[in-house]
C-alpha cells in the first residue's frame, strides 16, 4: 500500500508491525487481527523475552520478521520453531527496522515506557500509520514526534485519547472549549493518604475495572497514568495543560468528552475493552465489526456517576500537571523516575508513596532544558533514572 494514513480497502489488507505483541495491548491487537484476518495481515511482531509468546504468534500469522529485544534471550531453544520463511532480528535496534520496513503500512506501538521513543519517532519520520499505545513516547518527546505527522496519520489507541480523537471528528479546533479526561479512580478511591502508606502491590493491581499490563496498573492506582495522558492530550490535540480537566467516572463507561464553545458536549461511550480502540485505529477511517461479546445492553447498567480526583491523597497527578505546565525536558525527567520507581514498588523494594516521593526529588533536582534530540532525551532519562535510584537507596 502506498498511502500509510488511509484504511485497507476491501481487497487489500493493512500490513502491520506489532511492537511488543505479548503484552496487554500486543496480545489484543493479534486478537482483533483474529477477527479481521479479511483486512489485517501481521507481517512483524516483535517482545522483549518472551520468545514462547512470539513464537506461537509468528507462526499463526506466518509473520515475515520477528524481533527479540533482549539479546540475553536470543539464543532461547524455542526460537528455533519459528519458520523457516521468518527472519529473526535481535536487540533493542530491531525496533527501529521492523518500524521502518518498507511493506509495513501500520506501526501498533505497544511496547510498554520509554523504550518505545526511538521506533516511534523513526516511523512518524518514515511516513507509517501509527496506532499508539506507547504514551510515554509522546509524553517524553512529544516535542519532536509530533511535527513530524501529518493528519491521520497517529490514532490513538488509549481509550481516553482514542475517545477525545472520536469526539473531534468532524469539528473545528476554534470551537473545542475543554477536554474532559476521565479516570476510574484506580481501586484506592476514596482513601486518604495515610490508607495508603502499606498497601500491597496485590492491592494496588486490583483495578475496579481494566485489565492491562503491570506497569500500568501500577500507574492508574497512584493517577500517574492520567497525569501521562493530561500530558499525551496536550501533545495529540494542542491544547494547554489548564484546557484539560479530569473526572473520575467508576464505571469506565464514559471515555472521555470533549466540551465546545456552544455549551455542547460530545462523550463517547462504550466497553471497558481494548479491543474496540485498537480496531478503530486500525480501521479509521472506517468502522469494522465487532463481536457480539463487546456489546453493552445499556438499559441494565447501573447508574453513571462522576466525581473529581483528589490530587492531594494521589500527588503523582499533581506532579504530572506540575511537569506539563514547565514542559522542556521535565516530562522525561518525571517519567523516568515513575518507571522506576513504579518497577521497585512492583519489586517489594520500596512502598506504594515512595513512588511520588521518587518523582516529586527527582523533578526538584532536575536542570531543565530545550526538548533538542532523542538522544538528548536518553541522556536526560538516564540520568532521571539514576537519581531515582539514588533516591530509593537514601542518597539524593
Known amino acids: 500500500m502506498s498511502n500509510h494514513t488511509t484504511a485497507a480497502s476491501d481487497t487489500d489488507r493493512l500490513n502491520i508491525a506489532v511492537l511488543g505483541c505479548s503484552g ?28 514462547k509468546k512470539l513464537v506461537e504468534a509468528a507462526r499463526e500469522f506466518s509473520c515475515s520478521y520477528v524481533a527479540v529485544t533482549d539479546p540475553a534471550h536470543s539464543d532461547d531453544s524455542v526460537l528455533q520453531e519459528l519458520p523457516q520463511e521468518t ?15 518498507p511493506e509495513v503500512d501500520c506501526v501498533v506501538s505497544a511496547v510498554v515506557g520509554f523504550a518505545g521513543i526511538e521506533s516511534n519517532y523513526a516511523a512518524a519520520k518514515a511516513g507509517k500509520r501509527l496506532a499508539y499505545a506507547n504514551k510515554e513516547s509522546i509524553v517524553v518527546g512529544g516535542d519532536l514526534i509530533m511535527p513530524l505527522l501529518h493528519p491521520g ?5 488509549d481509550s481516553e485519547h482514542s475517545a477525545i480523537f472520536q469526539c473531534l471528528q468532524g469539528e473545528q479546533k476554534a470551537s473545542l ?3 474532559w479526561l476521565t479516570c476510574s479512580g484506580g481501586p484506592f478511591f476514596g482513601k486518604v493518604k495515610q490508607e495508603l502508606e502499606h498497601v ?9 475495572t481494566w485489565s492491562m499490563g503491570s506497569k500500568i496498573t501500577i500507574d492508574s492506582a497512584t493517577l500517574m497514568n492520567k497525569g501521562l495522558e493530561v500530558i499525551e492530550a496536550c501533545h495529540l490535540f494542542d491544547v494547554p495543560e489548564d484546557k484539560i480537566t479530569v473526572l473520575i467516572q467508576r464505571q469506565s463507561r464514559i471515555h472521555s468528552m470533549v466540551e465546545f464553545r456552544d455549551g455542547s458536549i460530545k462523550a463517547q461511550l462504550g466497553a471497558s475493552d481494548m479491543r474496540a480502540c485498537i480496531r478503530y485505529a486500525l480501521s479509521y477511517p472506517k468502522r469494522w465489526d465487532s463481536p457480539e461479546a463487546e456489546r453493552i445492553d445499556w438499559g441494565s447498567e447501573p447508574p453513571i456517576t462522576f466525581n473529581e480526583p483528589d490530587m492531594e491523597t494521589f500527588g503523582c497527578l499533581k506532579l504530572a500537571r506540575q511537569a506539563s505546565r514547565t514542559g522542556r525536558t521535565m516530562p522525561c525527567a518525571m517519567n523516568a523516575a515513575n518507571e522506576v520507581a513504579n518497577a521497585a514498588f512492583r519489586r517489594g523494594d520500596c512502598g506504594f508513596l515512595d513512588i511520588e516521593r521518587t518523582c516529586a526529588a527527582v523533578m526538584e533536582h532536575h536542570t531543565i532544558r530545550p526538548v533538542e534530540s532523542v538522544h538528548q532525551l536518553e541522556e536526560v532519562d538516564a540520568e532521571s533514572r539514576a537519581q531515582a535510584r539514588e533516591y530509593l537507596a537514601g542518597r539524593l
Open 24 to 51: 496487554s495491548i500486543g496480545t489484543q491487537t493479534l486478537d482483533v487481527a483474529r477477527h479481521h484476518s479479511s483486512q489485517v495481515q501481521i507481517l512483524a511482531l516483535s517482545v522483549h523475552h518472551n520468545t
Open 87 to 101: 527472519k529473526l532480528l535481535v536487540g533493542p535496534e530491531a525496533l527501529v527496522t521492523l518500524a521502518t520496513l
Open 153 to 157: 496519520q497517529l490514532i490513538p489507541v
Open 177 to 179: 472549549y475543554r477536554i
Open 200 to 208: 500491597t502491590v496485590q492491592d494496588a493491581l486490583a483495578h475496579p
